[in-house]
């Protein structure tokens, strides 16, 4: 298994690469639900609400995870999944 050195902790490689396309997919979510709110688009209000939920579960995966003492990796495939 392939480890990665970082200054607190040694992550293995999966774990960095799914937290990096969680951060970008999160980041896309939230860039996606301010260019709806410039819009009057049909249907926009439903898009950025749908978006919203998405990212509310996504709090509650780390929250749980923090909780926890490791964020479950199956849980945020799942989540990318979506």
């Known amino acids: 298994m392939t480890?990665?050195?970082s200054a607190t902790?040694?992550?293995p490689a999966r774990?960095?690469?799914l937290e990096t396309r969680v951060a970008n997919r999160k980041?896309?979510?939230i860039t996606e639900i301010v260019e709806l709110k410039k819009t009057s688009r049909l249907g926009a209000a439903e898009t950025?609400?749908?978006l919203k939920a998405q990212l509310s579960e996504l709090a509650r995966i780390v929250a749980?995870?923090?909780?926890a003492g490791a964020?479950?990796?199956r849980k945020l495939d799942?989540?990318?999944a979506k």
């Open 3 to 5: 480890t990665v050195a």
């Open 9 to 11: 902790t040694m992550k």
């Open 15 to 17: 774990a960095l690469d």
């Open 27 to 29: 980041r896309d979510m």
């Open 48 to 50: 950025i609400d749908r």
């Open 64 to 67: 749980d995870g923090a909780a």
């Open 71 to 73: 964020v479950d990796q």
């Open 78 to 80: 799942d989540w990318m």
